[in-house]
């Protein structure tokens, strides 16, 4: 049986820092272990595998909400956890049709502030103020 783990050893183990583990304790994603009349909690190793998968998922835009369903969803529940996936891609191809249109927008706004425009103002500050839309 592998040697349990202090709050410590989990952070650096998991590459996060000690408020991080505290953080997932309170919202529910990681059990906190009783403590010991004396001495320091002692985590299961698992609890550093559960970590890495926390923050995998957030990297891949999941939020902490979303990655306690696919916790308590667990192994064995493929269709379900597959199901969450295309939601969070189709999420993800929603902001990325956003953020081109507003970069479209700003190449707008580049172009026209390009030209010639004389004395006038800046056509940036022009349809910022106005509150038009540029493109």
């Keep these: 049986m592998s040697q349990p ?11 996060v820092n000690v408020e ?11 059990t906190e272990p009783p403590k010991p009349p004396q001495g320091f909690r002692h985590y299961p190793r698992e609890t550093v595998a559960k970590i890495s998968f926390i923050k995998r998922a957030q990297q891949l ?6 990655i306690a369903e696919l916790l308590v969803l667990g192994e064995g529940h493929c269709d379900d956890v597959r199901a969450r996936a295309e939601e969070k891609r189709a999420h993800v191809a929603r902001q990325i049709a956003d953020l081109e249109r507003l970069r ?8 026209a502030c390009e030209g010639e425009h004389g004395a006038s103002a800046c ?11 540029p493109a």
């Design 61 to 66: 835009g999941f939020n902490l909400k979303e």
């Design 104 to 111: 479209d927008t700003l190449d707008g706004l580049i172009r």
């Design 123 to 133: 056509p940036i500050v022009e349809t910022l103020s106005a509150g038009a839309d």
């Design 20 to 30: 991080t583990v505290r953080y997932y304790q309170r919202v529910g994603l990681i």
């Design 5 to 15: 783990l202090t709050i410590g050893q989990v952070a650096r183990a998991a590459g």
